[in-house]
Structure formats: structure tokens, C-alpha cells
């Protein structure tokens, strides 16, 4: 969990310091540095006066939490339901799903001999509310709490086990308030009064008497459909295989429930205890299993790094991570609805294989400045409410610079077309001009001048949209001409 300054001697009690206002202190210990009486809190001279020969390393908490994130990650097989607690603790909501292990007690020895087998040292409590489960486990023996006795498991565990803060500790104890049981036979009134309403709380929730759904760390999915393998899978044959089976399993979850999926997430469980998720997102909601199959083919293939199965994949998981109603098609006559379909598809695998970024659509914007009327938006995204259209659409080229060139022009005063104009060292004579149209700025954009658009046509046939920028005497500084935009 600590990245060592230098290899610890395995045979020499462990410690990990870090410096907390420019003393060395122990962060954390081994169970070896532990059994000859050190504890974390004490500073590394300390340390060293009663056990003189040490293994010492730098405490890196940015590795250590990243090491719980994978552990919750790997968690995450037996419930969606994960959340961290502090800096070494996670709190599991099982309920639901002790059945699909064989109840309580064996899941909880399940989930530890799993974690066990890499490396790891833990204490598992399975209770009623996740602060009994907590203090149990971080004060008390690890076990499962029979239903209703929470109250009496933690009654003899210190008020330090409440995670109170440290001052409300220290006033309890001054009060001869030693265990939580102590705390629980007082009344309520008067330890608000003095210690604030938090320590009632705590202590309703930890004595099972009040209960309050953990908030995962991830999103919980509109439904799941995953696969356990007895003997772990690492052929791409069986995983994609695999991966088939759950599409279709998904496909019909959500047939029932008259939904598609928009955003769907495949977790593949590695029996090291490595999770890789691979995501895809669809521009409509979709629940047609080839299609789905084929965007996820499309993400496998164009992953830089792909699985790496390992020792094997021993659990996969398919989840729908945002679904959305889906009514079924009905084919117009024009066979506009097949269109449709069949973009939204291709705009799917776009995003698929080049990124959901990299696949953009135009956005109307409800302004008439020409810089600012579309923008670009990915087009996986959900379409937002259309922008009111002119009944009469002003005709612009497909063709825009940005930002316009200016170029040199011959016009009559104060709002004639434009005769002649230089652009490029190119003089082009102007035989056909169509306008103006007048594009004044916001009032709220105050300072920025009027704009008078034409469409020209010079004595060659190529056309242009000129504008002129600002009015002859009713706007600040001498009008200048740009070149917005070519006509094909």
C-alpha cells in the first residue's frame, strides 16, 4: 500500500512514516511492528528508542488510495453497492444478495478468503446497519450480527468506535463515559445539549435502532445481467462469447421493461483481483442485441491496450447504465424511421471506434450572429429542445472562414454593395450583389458594430458572402470588408 524508500528487510518490523509539522511520524505499522508495541501516532525517534532496528518507508497516501479504489473495484463482484470508508475501510450493502452465496456467513468468509488470497490482512463484519458493521469491525471481533442484537454487540465497544470527533471523545471520557453502552443508558437531551445531535445519531445508527442507505461510489445500474465461471476464461472466443450471451440476456430485461439502453458498461473481473470496464454509449436508446454486439466489437478492437485477461476472467458483468424509454418502431411510409435508425447507428459506431468526442453534430443556437448560430456538440448526445427556425431560412454558404478574411473593397456610400474587391491580390469585379442583410449585435454584446452581408457574384460565376463591418457615420471608425464564406 506504501511505496518503501528503500526494500524493507521482511524479517524486521515494518513502518511507515510521513512528517506532520516537521516530525517523523508512524502512519502505519505492520502486524510484527505492531506486536512489539509500537502504534501509528508515535514519532519515528520514539519508535527507534524502544526498538532500535526498523524497516522504514515514506507513507504515500496517493498509492494507498489507489489501491483501495482496486479493491473496490474487485468488491464489486459481489454487490454495486460499494463505498469507501476513510482511508482503509470499505462498507459493502449486501442486502439482496447474501442469497446467491449461501447466505451471511458464508459470503462474508467468500469475501475474505478472496481478499486473502492477495495478501491482504482484513476484519469483515456483516450487521444491520453500516455503522454497527463498521465499529464492529474496526473495535470489536468480526462475525455476523444475528438480526436485532446490534445493541448488544456494541454495547462494550469504546465511544471512539462512533468516529466522533476527537474533542467530543475526550469530553465523554472526562465524563466517566467509557464503552458505548455507557453512552446508551443516558439521556438523549443532554448529550445533545453538550456534544451536538451527530453523537445521537451515531449512536442510533450504530446501535441499529436508525438505519441509512450507504451512497455507492458508482452509479447503480438500470439492471445487470453477468456470468460466473467456475474454471477462469481467457480465450477472446469465450469472452466474446460470453459477452453475446449477456447482450442478449440484457436485450430482454429490457424488452420488459419497455426500455433501451443509452449508456452500457461490460466489467470483466479478473481472479487476480484487476477490473477492466469497457463502455459505449448509443445516440438513441438501443436494445437490439447485433447491434449492441457490434459496438462492442468496435471498442475491443480499437482499444490501445486490450484485455489483458491474465490468470482468466472468473466473473462478467453487462450493466445498463442509463436506459431510457423505448416505444417499438412503427415504419413510416417514407421511410424516414429507418433513416433515422440507420444514422443513429452509424453515429454509434463512429463514436465507438474514434471516440464520442471525435463524433460531432451541429447544434442551432437562437442567435442570428453567423460566428455563433451553430455549435458543435457530440452527437451521441441527447438532441435538446429545438431552437425556433425562421420561416424563411437566409441563405449562407456551407463554406465559412473563421475567422472572416478582410479584403479590400470598392462600394458606394453609406450602404451600397460592393463594386469591385481585392482579396487574396485578386481583384474580382462584382457583376451580380444581392442585399444587404443587416445582422445587428445583441444588446447585450454593447460596443459591437452592425454587420451588412451580400451575396456577390463576380464577372467568373464564383460567388461570395462580403460583409461590411460597422454603419458610415452612425457607428464608431471607418467600415472595413471581410469575406465570410464561399458559395459552391
Same mark, same amino acid.
Given at each position: ?10 524479517? +524486521? ?51 494507498? *488510495? ?133 453523537? +445521537? ?34 480465450? *477472446? ?36 483481483? *484487476? ?210 464564406? +464561399?458559395?459552391?
Amino acid at each position: 500500500m506504501s511505496g518503501p524508500s528503500s526494500a524493507p528487510d521482511e524479517a +524486521l518490523p515494518l513502518v511507515f512514516v510521513e512528517r506532520v509539522k516537521g516530525a517523523l511520524r508512524l502512519s502505519a505499522i505492520s502486524a510484527q511492528a505492531r506486536a512489539v508495541g509500537l502504534a501509528p501516532g508515535l514519532t519515528l525517534a520514539d519508535a527507534r528508542a524502544r526498538i532500535p532496528v526498523l524497516a522504514v518507508a515514506d507513507h504515500d497516501p496517493r498509492a494507498d *488510495a489507489g489501491f483501495l479504489e482496486r479493491i473496490a473495484d474487485d468488491c464489486d463482484r459481489w454487490t454495486p453497492l460499494v463505498a469507501l470508508d476513510g482511508v482503509d475501510g470499505l462498507v459493502l450493502d449486501i442486502t439482496g444478495c447474501t442469497h446467491l452465496f449461501g447466505g451471511e456467513a458464508r459470503m462474508r468468509r467468500h469475501v475474505m478468503e478472496h481478499l486473502q488470497r492477495h495478501g491482504l490482512t482484513l476484519h469483515a463484519v456483516v450487521a444491520g446497519t453500516p455503522e454497527a458493521a463498521r465499529a464492529l469491525a474496526r473495535c470489536g471481533k468480526g462475525g455476523v450480527v444475528p438480526i436485532g442484537r446490534e445493541a448488544e454487540c456494541v454495547g462494550p465497544l469504546p465511544i471512539a468506535a462512533l468516529d466522533l470527533p476527537e474533542e467530543s471523545v475526550t469530553g465523554l471520557a472526562r465524563a466517566g463515559l467509557r464503552t458505548i453502552g455507557d453512552l446508551a443508558a443516558r439521556p438523549g437531551t443532554p448529550l445533545a445539549a453538550r456534544f451536538g445531535e451527530v453523537l +445521537l445519531t451515531r449512536l442510533r445508527r450504530t446501535l441499529g435502532h436508525e438505519d441509512v442507505r450507504i451512497t455507492p461510489r458508482r452509479p447503480l445500474p438500470a439492471c445487470i445481467a453477468e456470468r460466473r465461471f467456475a474454471e477462469p476464461i481467457g480465450r *477472446a472466443e469465450d469472452v466474446g462469447g460470453a459477452l453475446g450471451l449477456l447482450i442478449d440476456d440484457l436485450a430482454l430485461m429490457l424488452e420488459a421493461r419497455g426500455e433501451g439502453g443509452r449508456a452500457f458498461e461490460a466489467s470483466f473481473f479478473r481472479a487476480d483481483g *484487476a477490473v477492466r470496464r469497457i463502455a459505449v454509449e448509443t445516440a438513441r436508446p438501443a436494445r437490439d442485441p447485433s447491434s449492441l454486439g457490434r459496438l462492442f466489437h468496435e471498442k475491443l478492437d480499437a482499444l490501445a491496450d486490450p484485455l489483458d485477461p491474465g490468470f482468466g476472467f472468473d466473473l462478467i458483468r453487462l450493466a445498463v447504465l442509463r436506459a431510457e424509454t423505448l416505444a417499438p418502431a412503427q415504419v413510416s411510409l417514407d421511410g424516414r424511421a429507418i433513416e433515422e435508425e440507420e444514422v443513429s447507428a452509424l453515429v454509434d459506431r463512429l463514436a465507438a471506434r474514434l471516440g464520442r468526442d471525435r463524433v460531432l453534430r451541429f447544434m442551432m443556437r437562437d442567435t442570428h450572429d453567423p460566428d455563433r448560430a451553430a455549435r458543435l456538440v457530440p452527437a451521441a448526445d441527447p438532441a435538446p429542445p429545438a431552437v425556433p427556425m425562421p420561416e424563411e431560412l437566409p441563405s449562407r454558404p456551407l463554406m465559412m472562414f473563421d475567422p472572416p478574411q478582410p479584403i479590400e473593397a470598392l462600394a458606394e456610400v453609406p450602404d451600397g454593395p460592393p463594386l469591385r474587391f481585392r482579396w487574396r491580390r485578386v481583384l474580382h469585379e462584382v457583376v451580380h450583389a444581392e442585399g444587404p442583410e443587416r445582422i445587428a449585435a445583441e444588446w447585450w454584446r454593447r460596443g459591437a458594430p452592425t454587420r451588412d452581408y451580400y451575396r456577390v457574384e463576380n464577372e467568373k460565376g464564383r460567388r461570395f458572402w462580403l460583409f461590411r463591418l460597422g454603419l458610415y457615420e452612425r457607428e464608431p471608425g471607418a467600415p472595413r470588408w471581410f469575406v465570410h464564406g +464561399l458559395f459552391p
